[in-house]
């Protein structure tokens, strides 16, 4: 049975007409009949209050207003976070550095979809299969605060989380958008509740030619989720999701095109129609016991099929199925939980022809196997200050056979331990302080393990890591505040540099380094119209007495980086400009010989609620026309590399939508 037909069953079995609604469903007040698998905005935020390190809540309303469509538009307002769009939906993400060289893809943050991991069981990450307008919220957890999921990297974990019918405040939704480069949009969701069975669903559907050539895009998303109380104490939710993603690639270009002649791609991009298309069905789901006294017992499982077809220098030809399951039991004080996860990857390669499979060049099958058991508890030291210790154990087996060639199989285990301390003091209900040290470990991946034609793995060590943080977070007047301070002492840090601009990269150990720096978030209210929104990340990543780049910084990431939001809001009309800053260009190359660009962007949003129903708005992007550098590929020299790695910024641009909720 094709992908195709089995989603649509699976549509019609969960997911029956929102138009068959026969009364408006609202939001659960806490406390007050509230789904046990689905939790809500504000029950997140005030979790979030209890955390001894960064972390955010992001509300989906604060870009649904707009023409959201990756990490980089969802993220915007939350510090710590660099998102830097590369194509399309494809972004480069990295929290504290994490993976900050890697040119493709993402390693080093955890993504999970409603506390379910996302992300591949080797450790990497594609997000193009998130839908922004299926979700509720997102939880960023930068650093050790993602051990309440089980995770221990330097970058922590973002969890995508999608409404349910008890969590909306319409029937339906229907959407329309359009806009420069022949952009079009459709979205439609809606929730359906009978008796003690409630079921959302939502499909979205986007065409865009792209600022650049070969830059076109084609994609359907379906997500759904089904919950049922079995009875008071026990709630048990399932989820789909179908994605079929369609997407050119325009690659990388030299830094004198990428701000001269932006939309020009390379020759060989083109005439071998680069691209990456994905067809993907994740089933999952999540079931609560209620204990009593607080306590709640949380399991569930998981299921990932994925096919990738990828034109680039050759055709990579994948057919993954990644498996898991979980359990945990927390109360107001612990958790303890276990994740155990399997993937499993058919790789193989062919010459491209055109866009088209040649002779086959590489076969090879890939597993990852997961171990985790992982518990936190918090120790009341006073009235106001709380001690948080905490832990998290996992062994992991990389197993590749190549089938073309046996010599080149190899198989590891990699195991390590990672514990957390923090301090939590209360100042007031508004306010607080907190400090933590966590140790973090990350895994190569099978991109880094699996190099060219070198026989068995490429000797790629664990990435292990040492983080300290101060910071506090809170409201006092017209004010709000996020700030935290962070210095992470790294071993065998995986940079990566580009050999060619169509080559993965390779990967190599560094020595000792750093990754310190700032993450702030902060607010000010003028008056009940006007309010502004400011992020400021400052970024120090350097060489510690390295054999070959000394004291040199890390390439990738500028070490400023500024974004602020002013809004008027008078009655049904919001205006909402904003800046994004970057006042000192990156380094490119881990020799600090050659910086990418400093550039500074307007846009401008603006929205009217027609009615209680309908609203309209428009979002102007880089109103200026700035030619401008967001991304790049990392190099080591820049003296002696090919410098075709910088990805153009989007020119001037408009988009326009309508939603109406019934």
Sequence with gaps: MSMSIRALLCAAALIPSTAMADHLYVVVPVGKDKPLTAISTDQASFDLRRIPGGADVIPATDYKDSY??????????????????????????????????????????????DGIPFSFADGSTDFQELDPLALQHLEVYRGGQALRYGTATLGGA????????????????????????????????????INNVDLYGSLTHAESDGFREQSEQDNTKFNANMGIRITPDIETRTYLSWNDLNQEVPGTVSKASALNTPTRVPFINADDDYARDIQSMRISNRTVFNLG?????????????KQLYHPIFDIIDQDSLDTGVFTRIKNERSVLGLNLGRGVNYADRYVNEGGNRGAQSASGRQIARNAEIYGEHRFALTDALDAITGFQAQVSERDYTDNVNSARSDEKIYRSFNPKFGLMWKLDANNEVYTSLTRSSELP????????????????????????????????????WDATIYRAHIKDEMLQYAVTPNIPASTFNAGETVHQGIELGLGYRFSDAWSMQGVYNYSDFFFDGDVQFGDNKIAGAAP???????????????????????????????????????????????????????TFFIDGRNLTNEKYIPSFSTVTDARTANMNVFYPGDGASAYAGLKVKF
């Design 158 to 193: 973002v969890n995508a989380v999608t409404p349910s019918a008890r969590n909306l405040d319409y029937h339906g939704q229907l959407r329309l958008e359009g806009g420069s480069y022949a952009t079009k949009r459709s979205h439609a969701d809606g929730g359906y509740i």
């Design 293 to 305: 006294g607080g306590a709640q017992v949380e399991a569930g499982g998981y299921i990932n099929d």
């Design 68 to 113: 959201a469509v990756g990490l980089k538009d969802m993220l915007a307002r939350t510090p710590g976070v660099l998102a830097q769009p590369r194509w399309g939906e494809e972004s480069r993400l990295s929290i504290r550095g994490s993976g900050i060289s890697r040119g493709f893809h993402m390693r080093g943050i955890a993504i999970l979809q």
């Design 445 to 480: 991946t099978f991109s880094e393990l699996v190099q060219g034609a070198i026989p068995g793995f490429v000797p790629v060590n664990m990435q292990t890591a040492w983080t300290a943080e101060l910071g506090t977070r809170g409201a006092r007047g017209a004010w709000d």
């Design 560 to 614: 400023h980086e500024i974004r602020i939001f002013l809004q008027y809001k008078n009655g049904p009309f919001t205006i909402t400009p904003n800046v994004e800053w970057v006042p000192q260009a990156a380094w490119v190359d881990f020799a600090n010989t050659a910086k990418s660009d400093s550039y500074a962007l307007l846009n401008l949003k603006a929205e009217v609620e027609i009615n209680e129903r309908t």
